[in-house]
């Protein structure tokens, strides 16, 4: 009987089981992840779960039975820890196991502080994980006092809690702006305003110079411009790094992750891998993205690839981000655009969408799903709109998608 291990229970893990035996597989399927509780969701971590408004049962992808239902042997709370890709053995703490297909989906490890800055000082975090938030929610009372240091997508869903709960909130950005890795001046310019509307001291241009403690608990924050903050504790949102140990370990190919070909396979004919660990081919490079849409399509690929279906991953980028009553809506990638149309309706309600020369690369939706939704098919579709007809709030959006 075929036996396919899948190393990562998180997103992309529980996606490619669960595709694998609603595709049919009947072969012995494992599950195996370091955390100890089974595959979670991780965007409401600094959302609605660190907000208090979301119990931790609705965290979780499937409840546990499912796994057992569907005849899928679930290892939580066990690292797997080398990979004999010759003898397709896996180690853990206390077995090995065989596999015939293995696939990776080890997510990733959050960038944190060196020592030498302060960054082992306690109260300096992380969000990542369940055990991140619930021990950090106790912290976020109001009044206290936080510092966040990177003003990405996390740093601010995590400044928006922190200041509807009442925290005094400090967000620091070395970068010229906030989002400027991911997103349009335009973008950053709509979310400053809104972070300050609900009064977050927001400081771009000025990164951490080092943080200071008093008995090992970090009580102070020294910029690069020589300001001081005074801080209770301090969340660090400063980027991930791909887990590729055990694929660098194992002798596989990495490339901006761990490379693996348009189908999802690794170096090594029996290894797979998928969502924020696994780099794939896309324009002439190896691109790796970070999100829940990536995770799910690409290990669903792997899955189908399993089976045999000969299957390109063809990606299609999405995201979101919550941040105070402001839904923000990503479709597409928007590498290399040289323009911003921007689509402005009612109060808040505005759409970004970018374009390099003639086509539509892009859309960044802020309280506009059909903005989105739209522009999301049109993307799909190949379509560029003329820029006139989305600036125009009297043309219909729909009628785009016609055009
Ligand atoms: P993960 O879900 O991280 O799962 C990887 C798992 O592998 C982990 O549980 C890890 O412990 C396990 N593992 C690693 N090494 C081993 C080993 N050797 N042995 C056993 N187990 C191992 N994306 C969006 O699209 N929208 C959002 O709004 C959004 N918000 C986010 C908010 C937060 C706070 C975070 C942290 C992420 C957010 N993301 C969001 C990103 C999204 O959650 C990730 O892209 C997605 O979880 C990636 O799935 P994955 O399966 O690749 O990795």
Same mark, same amino acid.
């Given at each position: 009987?075929?036996?396919?291990?899948?190393?990562?229970?998180?997103?992309?893990?529980?996606?490619?089981?669960?595709?694998?035996?609603?595709?049919?597989?009947?072969?012995?399927?494992?599950?195996?992840?370091?955390?100890?509780?089974?595959?979670?969701?991780?965007?409401?971590?600094?959302?609605?779960?660190?907000?208090?408004?979301?119990?931790?049962?609705?965290?979780?992808?499937?409840?546990?039975?499912?796994?057992?239902?569907?005849?899928?042997?679930?290892?939580?709370?066990?690292?797997?820890?080398?990979?004999?890709?010759?003898?397709?053995?896996?180690?853990?703490?206390?077995?090995?196991?065989?596999?015939?297909?293995?696939?990776?989906?080890?997510?990733?490890?959050?960038?944190?502080?060196?020592? /030498?800055?302060?960054?082992?000082?306690?109260?300096?975090?992380?969000?990542? $994980? =369940?055990?991140?938030? &619930?021990?950090?929610?106790?912290?976020?009372?109001?009044?206290?006092? #936080?510092?966040?240091?990177?003003?990405?997508?996390?740093?601010?869903?995590?400044?928006?809690?922190?200041? +509807? =709960?009442?925290?005094? #909130?400090?967000?620091?950005?070395?970068?010229?702006?906030?989002?400027?890795?991911? /997103?349009?001046?335009?973008?950053?310019?709509?979310?400053?305003?809104?972070?300050?509307?609900?009064?977050?001291?927001?400081?771009?241009?000025?990164?951490?110079?080092?943080?200071?403690?008093?008995?090992?608990?970090?009580?102070?924050?020294?910029?690069?411009?020589?300001?001081?903050?005074?801080?209770?504790?301090?969340?660090?949102?400063?980027?991930?790094?791909?887990?590729?140990?055990?694929?660098?370990?194992?002798?596989?190919?990495?490339?901006? $992750?761990?490379?693996?070909? /348009?189908?999802?396979?690794?170096?090594?004919?029996?290894?797979?891998?998928?969502?924020?660990?696994?780099?794939?081919?896309? +324009?002439?490079?190896?691109?790796?993205?970070?999100?829940?849409?990536?995770?799910?399509?690409?290990?669903?690929?792997?899955?189908?690839?399993?089976?045999?279906? /000969?299957?390109?991953?063809?990606?299609?980028?999405?995201?979101?981000?919550?941040?105070? &009553?402001?839904?923000?809506?990503?479709?597409?990638?928007?590498?290399?655009? &040289?323009?911003?149309?921007?689509?402005?309706?009612?109060?808040?309600?505005?759409?970004?969408?970018?374009?390099? $020369?003639?086509?539509?690369?892009?859309?960044?939706?802020?309280?506009?799903?059909?903005?989105?939704? #739209?522009?999301?098919?049109?993307?799909?579709? $190949?379509?560029?709109?003329?820029?006139?007809?989305?600036?125009?709030?009297?043309? &219909?959006?729909?009628?785009?998608?016609?055009?």
């Amino acid at each position: 009987m075929k036996r396919v291990i899948v190393v990562g229970a998180g997103q992309a893990g529980a996606s490619c089981v669960a595709r694998l035996r609603s595709k049919g597989f009947d072969g012995q399927i494992t599950l195996i992840g370091e955390e100890p509780v089974p595959p979670y969701q991780r965007p409401p971590l600094s959302k609605a779960y660190l907000l208090g408004e979301m119990a931790r049962d609705r965290l979780y992808l499937r409840p546990e039975s499912f796994y057992a239902e569907q005849n899928i042997t679930l290892k939580l709370g066990t690292a797997v820890t080398a990979i004999d890709a010759m003898a397709q053995t896996l180690t853990l703490a206390d077995e090995v196991l065989n596999y015939d297909d293995l696939v990776l989906t080890t997510g990733s490890t959050p960038r944190r502080l060196p020592a /030498a800055i302060g960054g082992d000082l306690d109260g300096v975090m992380v969000v990542r $994980g =369940l055990n991140d938030v &619930d021990a950090m929610a106790p912290r976020f009372t109001k009044g206290a006092r #936080v510092l966040i240091v990177g003003g990405g997508y996390i740093g601010l869903e995590a400044a928006a809690v922190a200041a +509807k =709960l009442g925290l005094n #909130v400090t967000l620091v950005e070395m970068a010229d702006r906030i989002l400027q890795r991911v /997103a349009a001046p335009e973008t950053s310019a709509f979310f400053r305003h809104l972070h300050s509307a609900h009064g977050v001291d927001l400081r771009e241009g000025v990164g951490l110079d080092h943080l200071t403690g008093d008995g090992g608990r970090v009580t102070g924050a020294v910029l690069g411009d020589g300001s001081t903050v005074a801080v209770d504790f301090v969340l660090v949102g400063v980027g991930i790094m791909p887990n590729t140990n055990l694929a660098d370990a194992a002798g596989l190919r990495l490339e901006n $992750g761990i490379a693996t070909d /348009a189908q999802g396979r690794t170096s090594d004919p029996h290894i797979w891998a998928a969502g924020d660990c696994a780099s794939f081919p896309w +324009k002439g490079q190896q691109l790796r993205l970070e999100s829940v849409g990536n995770a799910i399509d690409q290990a669903e690929c792997v899955a189908d690839n399993i089976l045999g279906h /000969a299957r390109a991953y063809d990606a299609k980028p999405w995201f979101w981000s919550d941040q105070y &009553d402001v839904k923000l809506q990503i479709a597409g990638l928007n590498t290399g655009y &040289d323009h911003i149309v921007t689509r402005s309706g009612d109060t808040g309600v505005v759409s970004h969408w970018y374009y390099a $020369g003639d086509q539509l690369l892009a859309i960044d939706a802020m309280n506009d799903p059909r903005a989105y939704m #739209v522009g999301k098919r049109l993307i799909e579709m $190949g379509k560029s709109p003329a820029p006139e007809a989305v600036r125009n709030t009297d043309t &219909d959006l729909k009628e785009l998608l016609k055009a």
